[in-house]
Structures are given as C-alpha cells and as structure tokens.
C-alpha cells in the first residue's frame, strides 16, 4: 500500500514539472511573437523614413539641376553677347581703318574647377633615350624624372658610406691577426725514414707514417665581438651579428677560422659594392638594366681591368657587343630586353667579368679594386641616350668594320676554347672569325659567306633554318643597288635617224630584266648582324648548358610541335648524311642512327618524342644536336672510340 502512494505521488509530481515546462514554453512563444512582431513594425517605420529621405534627396537633386540650367543658359547667353560685342566693335574697327585686314576673334574660355592631382600611371615610364621627332634630340627629363634620379643617386651614396673603405679593411685585417689564435691542424701523412734496425730493407732502414700540422688562425665569440668594436658601429653591426658567427663551422672549443671569416668580408663587400656600382645605370629605378644599360657599364669599366688595358679604343665598341652578348644570352634566354640586377650581380658570368681585376688571382686587392671613388655615381647620365654605343647598335656594324679589319688583321688564328670569353684574345678572335667571313665588306653576313663558319662543316638546311628562325636583317647592299637599279632603266641606244635600234633595245631589255631578277633576290634575302653572330658562336662553345640547347631546338623543332619526332630527325640527319657522302665518307645508314642511338641516347619520356626537357636532363643533348646539325661533330661521335684511344696514346 505504501509503494503504491508513492508511485503515485511520484507521478504527480513528474506530471506537475511537465506541465511547468509546457507553459513555460508556451510563454517564451508568446514572447517571441511580441518581439517579432515590433521588430516588423520597426522595419516599416525604417523603411518609411528611408523613402521619405530619398524622395527629400530627389527633390533636391532636382532643384540643384534647374538652378544648374538656368545658371548656364544666362551664362552662355552673357557670353554671346559679349561675343557679338567684340565682333561687332572689331568690324567697326576694321571699316574704320585704311587696311583690309582683321584680326581673329580671341576663344572665350569658360571657368571650370582647377585640378590638383595628376592620376598617377600603372604602366613604367617610357625610356628616355627616344628622340624628340622636332629637332633630333633627346627630350629635357621632367621634374619627377629629375627628383627621382637624385633621391636614387642619395640613397646609393648612404649605401657606399655603410661599406668599409680600403683604410678600414687594412686595420680590419691588422685586428683579426691580432685576436686570432694559432691551431694546429691535420692535413695528412708523410712516412719518413725511421732509425737502422737491421733488418727489412737492403739499407736496414724503416719507415713510419708521421703526422703533418698546419697551423691555422682561429678566433671564438668573444675575440669576435673585440673585432667588432674596433669599427664603426653603423659599419660593424651589418657583418659583425651572432649569426654570422654561427654560420661558419666551429671547432671543439667553439672557433671559427680566420681567414674564412675574412674571405666572407671581402666578398660581401665586393658584391655589395658591385651591386651598388650597378644600381647607378639602372635608369628607371626598377631593379633591372637594359641591354643599353649593361653596354655603359661595361665599357665604363674598360679602362680599371688590367687585362684590357691593350685593347685599341677603336676596338671599344666591339668588345662592349661581344662581352655584352654573353650576359643577354644566358641571363635573358627569353629575350625580355631586361636582366635583374640580382641576378647579374650572382651570376657566374658576372663573376668572370670581375676577375679581370685580379689578373693574378688574389683576393686582397678585391676589395681595393673598386673603390669608393669608383661606384660610378654619376652613371645615371654617363652616356646619355646611347652614347658611343648607340649608333652601333643597329643591324649592321656598317663602316667600322673596314678599320677594325685594319686592326686585327694579324689577329691569333688560335681555337677559342682555351680562353675565357672575357679576355682581349678571345674577343679579337671571335671579331677576325666574323671579318674573315664577311667577303663583301658590307657589316652584315649572308647565308653563303656563313656557311664556311667552322670549315663549312654545317649542313645547308640547318643554316636555311637558322636564318628563318633568329631576326636577320635586309642586305645593306640593298640601298644601293635599288639606285643603281633606277637610274639604269630605260638606256636604249638611238639611229642616226632619231628611232631606237630594235635589236639592241631587246637585249638590254632581257639583259635588264635578269640583272632586276638577280637584284630583287638579293633584296630579299636577309642577313645575319654581329650580335646574332655572338648568339650562335655562345650555342656553339657553351653547346652543353640549358641556354644553348633552346637556342637550337627552337631551329630543331621545324613543325613547331615542341618536340622532335622520327620524321624530324630524320630530315636533319640525312643532310649530314648526304655532306659526308660528297666528303668522300661512306654512307651512313640514317633510320639506325636515329632510332637505336639517339633515342637510345636520351631516353625520353614519352617514346617517339624527344622533347627540350628530355634533352637537358639526358646530358647528352650537346652531342645529339652535333650529330644533326654538324658533319664534323658526326664524324667525332661516329670515330669516338678511336680518338679515345689516341689520347690515352698520346697521354
């Protein structure tokens, strides 16, 4: 019974709480419906109020705009009668007076708001070296142009005084001595003869492996930080951090060797320095130099390298073009017309170029060989527009060949391999190649005077599809025999009665219509300048690096396919085929070269397609492109084993 009560009671209770909750819910819905519904009522009154202030804003507008149209219209209305007045007094002026000229009316210019910005252009400024068409000079730069070089030449000026100058690299140096300490380290085994044992040897003699040291300069943290104070602070704090210090490799006891530390120094300021050095060419002050830029640079820096202190000033120009050439073909392969400076300043070529000013090698003087005085600041304007450089930067190198053919006439007939492209022997030589081709005298190259580049061991086609792929020029000799060409015709000999001889009329006409003949196709045929010679003779010595692959792809890849396949390969072949036959070579079988040693070769990726990837990642791309393009090249895969053994021979 008592269980019962409580079941009971249990359920009243849980009955009683459900029914609290349910009218709690049933009130918090109640309360919901209430704020929605003024939050309805909010939204019309908002929505009322923001009708009523547009309409306000309408009428306004309105308002503003008849005033605005009245205002003109009585402007406009002044004006004609001012206009009438002045044409009127000006006739009476003129019937008044004894001449019968007038003069013109005056424009009238209406009043208008005055600006006072000028929207300032996405787009680079456009260079200066274009000539004014007026008067054939280059136009005056402008204010901004003007405020712009000279906070750039400042801001290069603070940079050079944050460098350490000659006098504080000699003390930087005294004081690194100073701190460092003297290590002692392994750098091998020598064996030395021991003391008489009597036995072993005929002489009784032993030897023992010895040691050898070599003592090496150290210094730890704390040395290096006394270094550091030795300079001034703006100048130590950018080489002189922890990090810096860490970044070297320590010994046991936490040192780290002097003369690296020192080597890192000079670096760093050397390239800083040439960092700087360039900056001062680059005009429009967006971290890149044009190709006309490089040219100033470098030729600004003929007379501070040892090396080419030799050199003929007449030969300037021409070194500047061939020294040039070699920065534009690798460090702008896409021929952009611009190279970074950071990327000129890191590249390996650059690094060629510098180490003219150390003919000896030494690094010392590396530091010293640029000096303060020497960072070129006023390059920004050393050459103008174009300087000695830019009449020559044309198709043709035009009449200064006739005196450098003078000049190098007895240049070195020596291979170009041996030198660095940099050097004065090596420029000359690739000059007298390019005179000794250049039969006619006219600047320019045609494909029969190229064709006896390198022994004339270059097939026909691949010179036809080097002339049709790379920007040639029209022949110089054009000008003039257009000339000659019209001033000829139309010369027929007269009778003695007045009337033209038929006979001779007919053959001076066919005669003429074969020389136009002749005439018009040396016209059109194009011609290769001195720097598209550069470019071929960079592909031919550097034929191994990626740069001088694409270059002879994009002649490689006639179909314009972005690969070389069967039939591609083939065509190339079969002309070096058929030039070693008329050689006096046997014949070559030319589907087994090309389908079981140069795909065997390169082993490319998708079979049956030798793509420019394929070829720069099989390292044997040069060799391919020797086979293709060059009997000679052929004939040295062809006979490789052989000439193999005559080294060894030789060796």
Not at 259 to 287: H, M, P
Not at 349 to 371: C, K, Q, V
Not at 539 to 550: D, L, N, Q, V
């Amino acid at each position: 019974m008592t269980s019962w009560v409580e079941a009971l009671k249990h359920y009243n209770q849980i009955y009683h709480q459900q029914q609290q909750q349910s009218d709690e819910f049933a009130e918090r819905r109640r309360q919901e419906k209430k704020e929605q519904e003024v939050l309805r009522e909010l939204r019309k009154i908002y929505r009322r109020k923001a009708e009523e202030r547009r309409k306000k804003k309408k009428e306004k507008q309105q308002q503003n705009g008849e005033e605005k149209t009245t205002n003109g219209t009585i402007a406009s209305s002044e004006r004609k009668q001012a206009a009438s007045s002045s044409n009127s007094s000006a006739s009476s002026s003129s019937s008044s007076s004894s001449s019968s000229s007038t003069a013109p009316d005056a424009p009238a210019c209406s009043a208008g708001i005055p600006r006072f910005y000028i929207k300032r252009s996405t787009s680079p400024p456009p260079p200066e070296d274009a000539l004014d068409n007026s008067n054939g000079m280059p136009p005056a730069p402008s204010l901004a142009t003007q405020l712009r070089r000279e906070a750039r030449t400042r801001y290069l000026e603070s940079r050079a005084e944050q460098l350490l100058d000659d006098r504080e690299l000699a003390m930087l140096w005294e004081t690194i001595q100073l701190h460092s300490v003297d290590t002692h380290t392994t750098t091998g085994q020598v064996v030395r003869a021991g003391d008489k044992s009597g036995g072993g040897s005929g002489n009784g003699s032993s030897s023992s492996p010895t040691s050898v040291f070599e003592i090496e300069k150290r210094l730890d943290y704390d040395s290096f930080l006394l270094i550091s104070q030795s300079l001034p602070y703006a100048k130590a704090v950018r080489y002189f951090k922890a990090s810096t210090f860490l970044s070297f490799p320590q010994d046991q006891h936490g040192r780290i060797s002097s003369r690296a530390l020192w080597r890192y120094l000079t670096r760093k300021i050397q390239l800083t320095r040439l960092r700087i050095s360039l900056a001062c060419y680059d005009d429009l002050g967006y971290g890149y130099l044009r190709e006309q830029d490089l040219e100033n640079y470098v030729y600004d820096q003929l007379g501070s390298l040892p090396p080419l202190l030799s050199l003929e000033r007449d030969f300037y120009p021409y070194y500047v073009f061939t020294a040039v050439r070699k920065f534009i073909f690798f460090l702008d392969p896409h021929r952009r017309g611009k190279l970074r400076i950071k990327h000129v300043v890191e590249s390996s070529i650059m690094a060629e170029f510098d180490s003219l000013r150390y003919p000896h090698g030494h690094n010392m003087g590396a530091t010293g060989g640029m000096g303060m005085g020497g960072l070129g600041m006023g390059g920004l304007g050393l050459m103008g527009s174009g300087g000695l450089l830019g009449g020559l930067g044309g198709g043709g190198l035009g009449g200064g060949l006739s005196s450098g053919m003078m000049m190098l006439g007895s240049a070195s007939k020596k291979g170009l391999g041996g030198a660095s492209w940099f050097s004065a022997q090596h420029t000359q030589d690739v000059y007298a190649i390019y005179l000794g081709l250049d039969t006619n005298q006219n600047g320019m190259l045609s494909k029969s005077e190229f064709a006896a580049y390198n022994g004339g061991n270059l097939t026909n086609i691949f010179i036809e599809g080097l002339f049709a792929t790379y920007r040639m020029y029209p022949s110089a000799s054009s000008s003039s025999s257009s000339s000659s060409n019209g001033n000829g015709e139309g010369s027929g000999e007269e009778g003695e009665d007045g009337t033209e001889d038929s006979t001779s009329s007919i053959n001076s006409t066919s005669s003429s219509s074969n020389t136009n003949s002749q005439q018009q196709q040396q016209q059109n045929e194009l011609e290769m300048d001195y720097k598209t010679f550069l470019d071929f003779v960079l592909a031919m010595e550097y034929k191994a690096t990626p740069a001088s692959i694409g270059y002879f792809f994009k002649i490689l890849d006639m179909k314009h396919q972005g690969y070389l396949d069967t039939f591609t390969l083939n065509y190339w072949f079969r002309a070096v085929s058929d030039k070693m036959v008329q050689l006096g070579h046997e014949p070559v079988d030319v589907a087994d070269v090309v389908a079981n040693e140069i795909f065997d070769m390169v082993c490319p990726r998708d079979p049956g397609r030798i793509t420019l990837q394929d070829l720069i990642a099989s390292r044997c791309g040069h060799t391919v492109i020797s086979i293709l393009i060059d009997v000679n090249g052929f004939w040295k895969y062809d006979n490789r084993e052989s000439l193999m053994h005559t080294d060894d021979d030789d060796n």
